[in-house]
């Protein structure tokens, strides 16, 4: 914290190395380290900076994936940090605690500097009870779970849609020591393209207590939790003194053709409880209701149609703003992939909550605020957003699939607030 009381962080993006135990040493990219980056953390209403320092020798950016801020802070492609540059970023959190997560946004090569290891996850506090009453103690019974399939061959880590095995927090085949009868986990698919199905490998069920935006309004039992890239989910696990037992990917039941060839079940985190754990408070029954957005206060409808590599038609392009908005309205955005394979899709500035799944009410784990949305093949969802606080003429935030190579193919519009 600075003298006027801004919290100031600092990333370095730069190359390293890592050997990973896998093929030996491998050439990565990473924010402050080798491989991801630091977690970042504030509170809402807190003033944030962060000096974001470019020392790779291509162009990059860094878009704080979920944040509620100004389209010129938001690290877009619209925000290029050029090689030896320094960007600055600065903003007021103004939003629920919830786990976002930050990574680079180059136009066509966010799929490449993501791959190479640039992301880190960017916790929100708040003075919510509820965040008191969750396993809070970062590292000891909160822990970030940052979960990317990986093809690492050659001393590189080759640019796929999907690999073969899995890293966590950048760590291959990782175990954490429990001490506690319960433990919060913060799950981030930070992966190019692959969708997973978290659960226990026993089935036993688990919590889900929030997701993208912050909690829910109350904690939902469940054994699996669908998670598409970008997604985030925080699940609260029960845990046995002295045992093992692993959080697991479940082959994800998505309908359409597959592009995820070879492995499609991983042990993703081996939890091993001590022989005593400490006792964790109880999960409260009930959060509190969450602030709804009316439909009928909504101004505008819009249809976004996924095909191919675009939406309605066309490719992202910089110059084109293809939806205006104006502030402090509501809107409902039916999203509808017609394609054969999966898409999602991701809005900037705002976090949604989803009226409705292929005409149907959203289940419990898509009952939050959202800010990304996995779409199976041929389905849609009726999505509701209120675009408050921040207006800019001149620069767009982007709306696009999160399937990382779509993004960079074309899949990504813009829109500004007004
Ligand atoms: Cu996670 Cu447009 O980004
Ligand atoms: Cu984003
Ligand atoms: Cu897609």
Redesign the pocket.
């Known amino acids: 914290v600075d003298g006027d009381g801004q919290r100031v962080f600092t990333l370095h993006a730069q190359p390293g190395q890592r050997d990973f135990g896998i093929d030996g040493t491998t050439r990565t990219f990473g924010f402050n380290g080798d491989y991801l980056g630091p977690t970042l953390r504030a509170r809402r209403g807190e003033r944030v900076r962060v000096d974001v320092v470019n020392n790779l020798d291509e162009d990059t950016s860094v878009?704080w994936?979920?944040m509620h801020l100004p389209a010129r802070m938001d690290g877009?492609p619209h925000q290029p940090v050029r090689p030896g540059a320094t960007w600055s970023p600065t903003w007021t959190v103004n939003q629920p605690a919830a786990t976002l997560?930050y990574?680079p946004?180059p136009h066509g090569r966010?799929r490449e500097q993501v791959n190479q290891g640039l992301a880190g996850m960017f916790i929100l506090d708040d003075d919510d009870p509820t965040q008191r009453a969750l396993p809070h103690d970062y590292g000891v019974d909160d822990i970030p779970v940052i979960v990317q399939d990986k093809d690492i061959h050659g001393g590189r880590i080759r640019n796929q849609k999907t690999g073969n095995l899995l890293l966590v927090n950048g760590t291959y085949a990782p175990y954490l020591t429990v001490v506690t009868d319960r433990v919060r986990l913060r799950l981030l698919n930070a992966s190019v393209s692959r969708v997973y199905a978290f659960g226990l490998a026993d089935q036993r069920p688990v919590h889900l207590v929030a997701t993208d935006g912050g909690r829910l309004a109350a904690p939902v039992p469940l054994s699996r939790i669908r998670l598409s890239p970008?997604e985030r989910a925080e699940i609260v696990v029960p845990v046995h003194a002295g045992e093992r037992v692993a959080l697991r990917s479940f082959p994800p039941e998505l309908g359409g053709k597959s592009f995820e060839t070879g492995r499609d079940q991983f042990d993703v985190l081996d939890l091993r409880a001590a022989a005593t754990l400490r006792r964790s408070a109880n999960l409260p029954a009930d959060f509190g209701e969450l602030p709804r957005l009316d439909p009928a206060t909504a101004v505008t409808t819009r249809d976004f149609r996924l095909t191919g590599t675009n939406i309605n038609g066309d490719e992202m392009d910089m110059d084109r703003i293809d939806a205006v908005t104006t502030l402090g309205t509501t809107e409902i955005w039916t999203v509808r992939n017609t394609d054969g394979q999966r898409h999602n899709f991701?809005v900037?500035d705002v976090q949604f909550r989803v009226l409705s799944i292929d005409g149907a009410a959203p289940p419990a784990e898509l009952s939050g605020w959202k800010d990304?949305v996995f779409l199976p093949p041929k389905s849609a969802a009726r999505l509701i957003m209120k675009f408050a606080d921040y207006a800019d003429p001149e620069l767009p935030y982007?709306?696009?699939c999160?399937l990382l190579m779509h993004?960079d193919d074309g899949m990504?519009g813009q829109f500004v607030v007004v």
């Open positions: 878009h994936h979920g877009g997560w990574h946004h966010t970008g991701h900037h990304t982007m709306y696009h999160h993004e990504m």
